[in-house]
């Protein structure tokens, strides 16, 4: 199947901060990619959703200027979160899904452990 | 109430047994029902996913879909200690839309 793999898999960073997480497509062209964040014990919470070439489309009560996502290539998006505390440390998923496919045959990376301390 | 639940376990059973799962919903919306398993620290890897009510076997694993009951199901026969893990539902109202996920139901298989 494909593949989609997230880098890095764990990223310790001070508060105050930002991080940068990739979520690359390997083997396909992913024009949609969605990012996810779960908490411990807790399911997968979809942040939003990013459109290659366009501004991604975020879910209400998530913060566009705290979490910012850029869809620059059609195998690459990046999630960006700024000024990092210890509330932002969390696990986040991206999830990627090929051309003309629906969201039902979207793959997952392997997820981003953050810890802000 | 949220509008997929599922018991978030642990389920633990001893090799060999069937693993038997589930989700109710709420929104009667919802076309696209998926399991997904998730390892520790790993992110999700889809099991099965059904279109409507009915039931889909792939190798160990069935789905079922019983759309008037707003239930859906995931069994997996002669279980191994592998299939510990997380299992999460997730259903869709139509192909484009977002995925909505259960809690997930932890389950152990013991050898």
């Known amino acids: 199947g494909a593949v989609v793999s997230q880098h890095p898999s764990r990223v310790i960073c001070k508060s105050g901060t930002s991080v940068k997480i990739e979520c690359r497509s390997l083997d396909f062209q992913a024009t949609t990619m969605f990012w996810y964040r779960q908490f411990p014990k807790k399911s997968l919470m979809l942040m939003a959703t990013s459109n290659e070439g366009s501004k991604a489309t975020y879910e209400q009560g998530v913060e566009k200027d705290k979490f910012l996502i850029n869809h620059a290539s059609l195998t690459l998006s990046t999630l960006t979160v700024t000024s990092a505390h210890p509330e932002d440390s969390s696990f986040y998923i991206c999830?990627?899904?090929?051309?003309?496919?629906?969201?039902?045959?979207?793959?997952f990376g392997q997820g981003t452990r953050l810890t802000v301390v | 109430q949220k509008e997929v639940e599922q018991d978030p376990g642990p389920l633990s059973v001893p090799e060999g047994a069937i693993v038997s799962l589930n989700c109710t919903y709420s929104?009667?919306?919802?076309?696209?029902f998926m399991w997904y398993r998730q390892y520790s620290r790993k992110g999700p890897e889809l099991l099965m996913y059904t279109y409507s009510s009915g039931n889909k076997e792939d190798g160990r694993f069935t789905a079922q879909v019983d759309k008037s009951s707003k239930y859906i199901s995931l069994f997996i026969r002669d279980s191994q200690p592998s299939d510990s893990a997380t299992y999460l539902c997730a259903m869709i109202k139509a192909a484009g839309n977002k995925l909505t996920f259960g809690g997930g139901t932890r389950v152990l298989v013991k050898p």
């Open positions: 999830s990627a899904r090929e051309p003309g496919q629906v969201n039902t045959e979207a793959f």
């Open positions: 929104n009667s919306a919802f076309q696209y």
